[in-house]
């Protein structure tokens, strides 16, 4: 393989180095620092070991057989961050951390080659690599505390405060879990992301629960080179733009010993105070963004040797030399050796065998194991009757949506003591519409808090939480604000078992208050009535619950769900359904149910993906879900007293769907009516019209839906919004 400049330059720089007097390798390498002359000889292999990993990267990628070029060059001086944590410090890390990803494995008791087959099967795309295998190229491993992120530009950052967050209230409500109670966050990223939404989130709450007082032990590390991808960030931003809050460290990446005792500082204070920091460090990026960058399109030749001579390879060599403890013999010799063993490596990696199937790839995406999730959820607790002051719901009469909910989350926080509830306003006032009213009372803040006001931070705590042994219960107050942070359930929750082979998963139940029809209170942003974006989202459970006595057994079962099998879940509570008490005429309680007690729990239980359906007509079936439930209903008794004989299917699950119910629903009628209160395009019903034709359905479909309109304010949202009337219409032209 031909040699670029960064290899060249290595080489000429060592070799001109001038030996010094030796030190003794077990006192501090240089005045001045607490870096030993033998923890530096060490460190530098981990170094080496990373910059050539990015050499035979890019080799592989010239054989055909390499699929990621992305390197850590000139960032290697996270491998002195690495030696300042502890093997049991989670940590989140950016796409330039081979050296501390090398180190931390050797840390760990692992040997050295094993670390570098690590990177290189994950280069190759090979099945075997330990993390991903083969899906992505992350930097990962469940034995090293190493949670693995995917390339979206610091969306990992409100995880990491979750994470730490996680770890003290773990400690507090005196729940087990895999981080030790002393241990500390760390998060990784450029400079370029630190500008990012996703990292003012992180940064923002991290500096908001330090003011409160709350103990939140996450170390952040900005590895600033000064470029995003081709984009200049101006130099001292990063320490201008800082958090004041955030006990800042500052150090050169590029010198070994530097930043070896910033971030032994850092790390001290964190672990000690439980308290954030933010470790700026320079670094300078060698090699270009990634193999087709062509930086000489962007960056004078005067700006790329200018970062050739701060190269920290180059630098960590000069101290070992001129501590008279290598020579530059000796390190070029180590390089050489190094580089042909690692080639090989390389060429092994990429013979290993690679996914050959869609059921491989898709395995770990989002196991399922139905009857384990029937049997969790049917766990109550023993002391129910107190979490309840003595009234328990079953004794109560019939309920309301909101009602079912309420004691559904009563019973679940009274099981589960590392259950949280949490989001805006669901603590003292008890959410928005009531449904959380009484749960901090009962359980104590520990378990159910307010949030500060940001979609990404409530999402962010979740995903730490749920990765740290914790049932996180999140809150997102409506439907419209989701989109604010729908990445973190996108690129965060919904990867994390894809890209780690279940070894890391985000176990969570995100509730939303949901949909249109609200009475007196209109408007788009809490009438919001759009879920595409969540349906194709692979993986993900999207619930939407219109009865009662569904919404207490759904909700239990996405609990068990979340519990057994990691699932993450979006429970779509329709909010002009939470206080509903009448089904046909005013004063009939139709739209309430009771409570079911825990020795019903069993037969009542809805697994996911099951349908509900109401009637035995066999001349019309109507598929809904939500607040469409009952208006279908209603229609259906319209229309049965007209002489036709319909039957309402409750679809229940939006994701995955129900299709096996939906499929025998349609054949027992021939005629399928969907009433989507959802848009017209992008909507519900176009997933079912789909399913039905991929069935070889061969009977009678229609559609009715809400316009393709944002919701406006009052009785003009009516003509926009899926009624009772299109219904009845769509229905009697379906059977005429």
Not at 435 to 459: I, M, P, Y
Not at 501 to 527: C, D, E, I, L, T
Not at 666 to 690: K, N, P, Y
Request: net charge negative.
């Amino acid at each position: 393989m031909a040699r670029d400049t960064v290899e060249t330059h290595f080489a000429e720089a060592v070799a001109a180095l001038s030996p010094g007097a030796p030190r003794d390798p077990g006192l501090p390498v240089r005045e001045g620092t607490s870096l030993t002359g033998t923890r530096c000889r060490e460190l530098f292999e981990f170094q080496l070991g990373s910059r050539l990993l990015d050499i035979a990267a890019r080799w592989l990628r010239e054989q055909g057989e390499g699929f990621y070029t992305i390197g850590s060059a000139g960032h290697e001086g996270n491998a002195a961050i690495a030696a300042a944590l502890r093997t049991t410090d989670p940590a989140l890390l950016h796409y330039r951390s081979g050296a501390f990803y090398l180190t931390r494995s050797a840390m760990a008791g692992r040997l050295p080659e094993e670390g570098l087959r690590d990177v290189l099967l994950g280069l190759a795309a090979a099945a075997e690599e330990p993390i991903a295998g083969g899906r992505h190229k992350v930097f990962g491993h469940p034995d090293l505390a190493v949670i693995p992120q995917t390339s979206t530009i610091a969306s990992h950052l409100p995880r990491a405060v979750g994470v730490a967050f996680a770890i003290e209230r773990a400690r507090q409500l005196g729940v087990a879990g895999p981080w030790p109670a002393d241990a500390i966050a760390v998060c990784s990223f450029g400079d370029a992301s630190a500008n990012h939404a996703s990292a003012l989130s992180g940064l923002n709450t991290a500096a908001y629960g330090r003011y409160q007082g709350l103990g939140l032990p996450v170390l952040f590390v900005c590895e600033d080179n000064g470029l995003g991808i081709s984009v200049r960030t101006p130099g001292g931003w990063v320490e201008a733009a800082h958090h004041p809050l955030l006990k800042y460290f500052k150090a050169d990446a590029c010198d070994l010993a530097d930043v070896h005792d910033a971030a032994t500082a850092a790390a001290e204070h964190v672990r000690t105070h439980r308290s954030p920091a933010l470790l700026h460090v320079g670094t300078v990026r060698l090699m270009g963004h990634a193999g087709s960058d062509v930086e000489l399109s962007y960056r004078t030749k005067r700006e790329i040797n200018a970062d050739l001579e701060r190269d920290p390879l180059v630098t960590t060599a000069r101290l070992l030399v001129e501590a008279g403890l290598a020579t530059p013999d000796e390190l070029l010799l180590r390089y050489e050796t190094t580089r042909e063993y690692l080639l090989k490596m390389a060429m092994e990696s990429s013979r290993r065998p690679r996914l050959t199937s869609a059921a491989d790839i898709m395995e770990p995406l989002a196991p399922r194991t139905p009857e384990t999730v029937a049997t969790a959820s049917t766990v109550a607790a023993p002391s129910r009757e107190k979490a309840f002051g003595g009234r328990l719901p079953e004794n109560e009469g019939p309920l309301t949506l909101s009602q079912a909910i309420n004691r559904t989350l009563t019973d679940a926080l009274a099981a589960h003591p590392g259950m949280l509830v949490f989001g805006e306003d669901v603590a003292r006032k008890g959410g928005v519409y009531g449904v959380t009213r009484g749960l901090q009372k009962r359980f104590g803040a520990g378990q159910v808090f307010d949030t500060l006001l940001d979609e990404q931070t409530v999402l962010g705590l979740a995903l730490g939480a749920g990765v740290s042994g914790l049932l996180p219960v999140p809150e997102i107050q409506y439907l419209a604000y989701l989109h604010n942070a729908l990445d973190q359930i996108r690129g965060e929750a919904a990867t994390l078992s894809f890209f780690s082979r279940g070894a890391f998963r985000n176990p969570m139940v995100v509730r939303v208050a949901s949909y249109a029809y609200q009475k007196g209170f209109g408007g788009h942003f809490h009438n919001d009535n759009s879920i595409a974006a969540l349906r194709d989202i692979p993986g993900l459970v999207v619930a939407s619950p219109a009865r009662p006595d569904d919404a207490a057994s759904m909700l239990r079962t996405c609990l068990a769900a979340a519990r057994t099998d990691g699932s993450v879940c979006v429970f779509l509570e329709p909010i002009a359904l939470y206080n509903t008490r009448d089904l046909f005429d005013d004063g009939d309680n139709g739209w309430l149910s009771p409570y079911a007690p825990p020795a019903r729990w069993a037969e009542t239980h809805v697994p996911i993906g099951r349908a509900r359906s109401y009637g035995d007509g066999r001349d019309l079936t109507i598929v809904t879900f939500g607040n469409g439930v009952r208006m279908s209903l209603r229609a259906a008794v319209k229309l049965t007293s007209e002489g036709y004989g319909c039957r309402v299917l409750d679809l229940r699950w939006l994701s995955p769907l129900p299709v096996e119910d939906l499929l025998r629903a349609a054949e027992l009628t021939g005629r399928v009516l969907i009433a989507d209160e959802t848009r017209r395009t992008g909507g519900v019903s176009e997933g079912i019209v789909a399913e039905l034709l991929d069935a070889g359905f061969t009977g009678r479909v229609a559609r009715v839906a809400s316009a393709d309109s944002f919701i406006p304010l009052g009785d003009a949202s009516k003509h926009v919004l899926l009624t009772e009337g299109e219904i009845e219409e769509a229905a009697r032209k379906l059977l005429g």
